[in-house]
């Protein structure tokens, strides 16, 4: 299993970043799919999940208004649209695959079976 997160970098605030996960190695549809995020000294946090089928989403409310969640379950490809970038945004951002069923799974991170590598965002002020 392979997940792949791309599409970091180094934004201004206000700007927009997308990043992508593609994954390999998975029935990628029958996977609930969790974008997680680490700042340096800090915990994991859960920043968004959404469902098989895409049509249940959640996220956090820091982020709330500003991302969006989407899912091409033809590319095996799940997307973090960032949008009015802060620098308390600025961390490295997992994407993540849980094979477990049940809302109250999806916003912690040791329910997650298979992480990607991390993608770097730093916003500047």
């Known amino acids: 299993v392979q997940l792949q997160a791309s599409g970091g970098g180094l934004v201004q605030a206000g700007g927009s970043l997308r990043l992508s996960c593609a994954a390999s190695?998975?029935?990628?549809?029958?996977?609930?799919m969790g974008w997680f995020r680490q700042a340096p000294g800090k915990e994991r946090e859960f920043v968004s999940f959404?469902?098989?089928?895409?049509?249940?989403?959640d996220y956090a409310n820091s982020v709330k208004g500003r991302f969006t969640i989407s899912r091409d379950n033809a590319k095996n490809t799940v997307y973090l649209q960032m949008n009015s970038l802060k620098p308390e945004d600025t961390a490295v951002y997992y994407c993540?695959?849980?094979?477990?069923?049940?809302?109250?799974?999806?916003?912690?991170?040791?329910?997650?079976?298979?992480w990607g590598q991390g993608t770097q965002v730093t916003v500047s002020s």
């Open positions: 190695g998975l029935t990628f549809s029958r996977k609930v």
């Open positions: 993540a695959a849980t094979s477990y069923y049940g809302s109250s799974y999806y916003y912690i991170a040791s329910q997650y079976d298979y």
């Open positions: 959404i469902t098989t089928s895409g049509g249940t989403t």
